[in-house]
């Protein structure tokens, strides 16, 4: 069995124009080739043993749980992303898969066919609310695809934070899973947004975060990787208006045999925008992980500060980091930084706690959380900030 024209006939009670652009998606999935080693973004990452066809059955079609924060004001929409394709189809219609192009690959292909679940979020001009919006992604069983897609849409002068978690019920589950995100940031808009990834320790998964930024707005993604026996995550920036600033940071802990693939652009579109990279991570076992970046500044983006860092932390003798940091710069008139380190634990710094009496594997714990410290306290709301040290502390405990 696979996911087919079949399949679709499960997503009953949408609008026309959603089963036409998953239609659409499909005929592209069945088109498109798996990427080939020749490919540079793919060159590391084996996908050869990936078969969608394992995981045909769609656990859910709106499988998540969202919490309202109490006194959201009005003119706010959050709800799931089906419902609101069928209710607000003037908001929806024009952004769905217009940052996140179903056409990319073969996995966004798929994911846009069949995406399930995901949440819709839209804060209209000038409403400013505290409390986060949390959005919770469950996946209850294997051996099944659950693929949640997020939309988020900030009016002019709109501020609010998001969270995003996606949960397995059973770590060891196996399945193919998403979360893709596109996130419309508008003038003046300051925009935090978190995703934390916990899917089963033998899953497949495959995700694309997506932000367009306009004029004079602000958005702080941070996203943090855990889950699955192989990972890819997409985080791109598109700054479109002038004064626009994105700040994007990961955390990532790999263990056993993980593999986690980090690909990052920051494309400054225009002049007098900034953007700010910092991804850390830690390795132990045989984990493997590999990241590229790549700052674009394009022609006309005069004045542009981009600053793109990856750190990592190599815990055993046979773990694996590779870090691509690269530029691609079409304006002389710019500020661009990058640099990327992999290394193992200081021995000096262990030497020193082992010295004050402290045992080793309480030190190396000391060393890890303190190289994740500066991450951590980027993150944008509260609530966020303790579930990820509360995740932290168990993955390294």
Not at 175 to 189: D, K, L, N
Request: proline letters at 4%; charged letters at 25%; hydrophobic letters at 40%.
């Amino acid at each position: 069995m696979a996911l087919t024209a079949e399949t679709l006939d499960q997503l009953q009670g949408e609008p026309g124009w959603l089963r036409e652009r998953r239609q659409n998606a499909l005929a592209a999935y069945e088109t498109l080739q798996l990427p080939s080693k020749t490919d540079e973004e793919w060159r590391r990452t084996d996908v050869s043993r990936f078969n969608a066809a394992e995981y045909s059955k769609l656990e859910h079609l709106d499988g998540l749980k969202l919490e309202r924060p109490s006194g959201l004001p009005a003119g706010v929409i959050l709800k799931p992303l089906r419902e609101a394709a069928k209710d607000h189809p003037d908001l929806v219609e024009p952004r769905l898969f217009s940052l996140v192009h179903a056409d990319r690959d073969r996995f966004a292909a798929l994911h846009a066919a069949f995406f399930t679940g995901g949440t819709f979020l839209y804060v209209p001009d000038g409403v400013e609310f505290d409390q986060p919006v949390l959005g919770q992604h469950f996946s209850h069983a294997g051996g099944n695809s659950v693929l949640p897609h997020t939309l988020i849409v900030a009016g002019r002068g709109a501020r609010f934070n998001y969270l995003d978690e996606y949960i397995a019920e059973d770590d060891t589950e196996a399945g193919y899973r998403s979360g893709s995100t596109e996130i419309f940031v508008g003038e003046g808009s300051q925009v935090g947004y978190v995703a934390v990834q916990k899917w089963g320790r033998n899953v497949w998964h495959f995700a694309d975060q997506r932000a367009e930024l306009q004029k004079d707005s602000n958005l702080r993604l941070f996203n943090v990787t855990l889950g699955g026996k192989f990972s890819k995550t997409r985080v791109e920036a598109s700054l479109a208006g002038e004064g626009s600033n994105a700040e994007l940071k990961a955390i990532y802990f790999a263990s056993g045999e993980q593999f986690f693939d980090f690909h990052t652009l920051q494309d400054h579109r225009v002049g007098n925008t900034r953007s700010d990279l910092l991804f850390k991570g830690a390795l132990q076992d045989v984990a493997r992980t590999v990241y590229a970046g790549l700052i674009k500044i394009e022609k006309h983006a005069a004045r542009s500060d981009a600053y793109q860092a990856n750190r990592n932390l190599v815990l055993s003798d046979k773990a694996k980091a590779t870090s691509i940091p690269m530029l691609e710069i079409d304006n002389n008139d710019v500020r661009c930084t990058h640099g990327a380190t992999v290394g193992p634990v200081d021995p000096e710094h262990l030497f020193y706690l082992r010295s004050r009496g402290i045992p080793e594997t309480t030190a190396k714990r000391m060393l890890i959380q303190g190289f994740f410290g500066d991450v951590l306290d980027r993150i944008p709301f509260e609530h966020a900030r303790k579930l990820v040290e509360a995740e932290l502390e168990a993955r390294i405990g």
